[in-house]
């Protein structure tokens, strides 16, 4: 007898719309040797589409290529909290630079991050700011990573706003009543495979209360795999553990969510799937 736990399968999707991951880091090192192939699974478990997300200016450069090389692969560019240092006239400029590629749909991600402090709070505050004058500026959507640091966002955010091109909260983490503020404001909220786990009680609840013409799906691969494979690197194909437990928590079929879901996408992000 083999010692391997036999995991659930993937759902499947009986649908010819898939699903798109909003945000998953396909330039980093844990999918180097097989990038290929994390693609392809995707696509064949039905998530055609996958938005690859820029942290600093080299992971943005990445993020371009990648999008560049694959047909089905957008990019995000942007210095993430934990690079706030990095943000500076010289960083910001080679952004803009790299925004105007057609492929580019989206400036982040953004944002503060409270639970691990590896930025000076004052740095990640002016490079978020700084960030959010300049999506607005070129009429991009803003992606934001939120860590611990809800009620902070939000002032930031009411102060720096509108934003009329709209953004996503990356990732989303908070209860009912953060999901309503963030709601408030414009934004759409991204469910990460958290949801999936059984003790994500609030998210659970929060992802019922969010509208659908305001949800999205992300892995935020390769971290935070969901069930069965928590713990594990996390890639685009395993969004379907976390649309099949989303679509249960809306009561749809996976097929409507997918189709929700993806129109979300192409409004918010202007993209034609
Ligand atoms: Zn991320």
Redesign the pocket.
């Known amino acids: 007898m083999s010692k391997k736990k036999k995991r659930k399968p993937l759902p499947l999707l009986q649908s010819a719309c898939g699903f798109v991951d909003t ?1 998953c ?1 396909l330039d980093m090192d844990r999918y180097t040797d097989d990038v290929d192939d994390v693609i392809s699974r995707a696509k064949s478990a039905g998530v055609g589409t996958i938005i690859t ?1 820029g ?1 600093d200016l080299a992971s943005s450069k990445e993020a371009v290529g990648l999008c560049s090389q694959h047909q089905n692969v957008y990019a995000t560019v942007g210095i ?1 909290p934990h690079y706030a240092p990095t943000c500076n006239a010289s960083t910001m400029a080679q952004l803009r630079e790299l925004s105007k590629h057609p492929k580019v749909v989206a400036f982040g ?1 953004i944002g503060i991050n409270r639970y691990k402090d590896y930025a000076p709070i004052a740095d990640q505050i002016k490079a978020f700011t700084i960030q959010l004058q300049c999506a607005k500026e070129l009429n991009l959507p803003i992606i934001i ?1 939120d860590r611990e640091a809800h009620a902070e966002i939000i002032t930031i955010l009411k102060a720096q706003g509108p934003f009329p091109a709209g953004g996503i909260i ?2 989303f983490s908070g209860d009912k009543t953060v999901a309503r503020k963030f709601l408030d404001l414009g934004f759409h909220l991204s469910i990460p495979g958290v949801v999936t786990f059984k003790k994500a009680l609030d998210l659970q609840e929060a992802t019922a209360s969010v509208p659908l013409n305001r949800l999205l799906l992300e892995t ?1 691969g390769p ?1 935070l795999a969901p069930e069965p494979y928590r713990g594990k690197r996390n890639e685009p194909a395993y969004l379907l553990y976390t649309a099949e437990k989303v679509a249960m928590l809306h009561n749809i079929s996976l097929e409507k969510l997918a189709e929700i879901t993806s129109q979300n996408v192409q409004n918010l992000l202007q993209i034609k799937l």
Request: charged letters at 20%; aromatic letters at 10%; glycine letters at 0%.
């Open positions: 945000h880091h997300i942290i993430h991600e990573h990356h990732c935020d971290f």
